[in-house]
C-alpha cells in the first residue's frame, strides 16, 4: 500500500465514524430520570432502578404507645414510655416534640408530629394526629415485601406470660473482691 491508499482509507473509516456517530443522534434515547425524583420506579435510562438510601428520622410513636401515656405523669415516666423527644426547645420547656419521617424505596413517606404539654413536670395534654397508626397498622405501611399470611405476633398473650417460667435467681451472698487488692500508705499527719 502506498501513502496515498493509506490516507484513502483512513479517510472512509473516518467517514464511516461520522457517519455513525451522526445516525445514532437521531435515534431515540430514554428519559433520563434523576434520583429526586419521587416516582419509586423511577430509573435510570429506562433500565436500573437505583438504591435509595432509607432514610428515617425521630421517634416512632404508634397509637398503643399513646395509649399507655396519660395526663398527670411526670416527665421521667413519659420519657420511660416513648424515648426522648427529638425537639426539646429551652425556649418551650414545657413542650416536647416527637417528630418521625421515613422515606423508604417501595412505600410511601410517611411524616408524623406528636407534641406533649407540661405544667410543671406533670403532662398536661397530648397534641397526636388522628391518623396514628398502631404498630401492626405501621409495619403494614412499611412492610415492603408483603409476606403472605398475618403479621408476627408482637406480644406474649397474659396466659402465655403466665405459663413461662419463673427465673431462677441466685441467693444474694457478699462476694470477695475480684482482681488485684491495693494497699494504701496511710494519709499524711495521721498515724
Known sequence: MTLTSHK????????????????????????????????PNAKVLGLVRPYRVEIVQGNVLTRDMLAK?????HREQVRDLLGSPLLADIFHADRWDYVFSIRRQGAEPQRRQVSLHFEKDLLK????????????????SINTRKAKGEAPKLELSEAERKALPVPVRPPATPQEPVGATRTYPPLEGKQ
Do not use: H, Y
Open 8 to 39: 484513502q482509507a483512513l479517510a472512509r473509516w473516518a467517514l464511516a465514524l461520522a457517519t455513525l456517530a451522526t445516525l445514532g443522534g437521531c435515534m431515540s434515547t430514554p428519559e433520563l430520570r434523576t434520583v429526586e425524583n419521587d416516582d
Open 69 to 73: 401515656v396519660k395526663p398527670g405523669m
Open 125 to 140: 395534654s397530648v397534641d397526636a394526629p388522628k391518623d396514628l397508626p398502631t404498630e401492626n397498622e405501621f409495619i403494614a
